[in-house]
T-cell receptor
Framework: NAGVTQTPKFQVLKTGQSMTLQCAQDMNHEYMSWYRQDPGMGLRLIHYSVGAGITDQGEVPNGYNVSRSTTEDFPLRLLSAAPSQTSVYFC???????????FGPGTRLTVT | RKEVEQDPGPFNVPEGATVAFNCTYSNSASQSFFWYRQDCRKEPKLLMSVYSSGNEDGRFTAQLNRASQYISLLIRDSKLSDSATYLCVVIAGGSYIPTFGRGTSLIVHP
């Protein structure tokens, strides 16, 4: 039981490049979320999903796309990377009960 | 005003000390409250939920004050391993979307 996995762990992109951050969970949870964490800003919600086929925007969705074709996977796509997207990205999941969030180990992204 | 506010610290305390953090929230409809712990360069992990009647887990005590809209975390007999950032999390009633505070940094020194 791996919980929540994220790949890659580290990534360096040039401005304008695109990439997909992968997130997978084996906890059979319906709810999945993407956060970014910047110094002094705390965790900010980018996009979330309440189940396969359903996604919605969080606090800072611009520049990011998501899809949820299966319960297990919730990839985050950067369409055209910008230096402002340099951050640590966390994927999280939680069940329908007490809302304890389980986080993946994070992806550290640098955009130059 | 941010929905969930925490003193960023750092709180610098010696081993064995008692330290307390507060977290204030602005939404009076908030129903669920949690404390998470985040070690340097790691993901956040649930430390404890906060119940209306207050709850204790070993050296950690969490309390909720609905009238003043804050939750607190008390750590007794601090250990070096308690050094981390403590995140306050609040969920409004009828919602499943948590709001995170920016975290309070704790440094426990010998």
């Amino acid at each position: 039981n791996a919980g929540v996995t994220q790949t890659p762990k580290f990534q360096v992109l040039k401005t304008g490049q695109s990439m997909t951050l992968q997130c997978a969970q084996d906890m059979n949870h319906e709810y999945m979320s993407w956060y970014r964490q910047d110094p002094g800003m705390g965790l900010r919600l980018i996009h979330y999903s309440v189940g396969a086929g359903i996604t919605d925007q969080g606090e800072v969705p611009n520049g990011y796309n998501v899809s949820r074709s299966t319960t297990e996977d919730f990839p985050l796509r950067l369409l055209s990377a910008a230096p402002s997207q340099t951050s640590v990205y966390f994927c999280a999941t939680h069940g329908a009960g007490p809302y304890e969030q389980y986080f993946g180990p994070g992806t550290r992204l640098t955009v130059t | 005003r941010k929905e969930v506010e925490q003193d960023p610290g750092p709180f610098n305390v010696p081993e064995g000390a008692t330290v307390a953090f507060n977290c204030t929230y602005s939404n009076s409809a908030s129903q669920s409250f949690f404390w998470y712990r985040q070690d340097c360069r790691k993901e956040p992990k649930l430390l404890m939920s906060v119940y209306s009647s207050g709850n204790e887990d070993g050296r950690f005590t969490a309390q909720l004050n609905r009238a003043s809209q804050y939750i607190s975390l008390l750590i007794r007999d601090s250990k070096l391993s308690d050094s981390a950032t403590y995140l306050c999390v609040v969920i409004a009633g009828g919602s499943y979307i948590p709001t995170f505070g920016r975290g309070t940094s704790l440094i426990v020194h010998p």
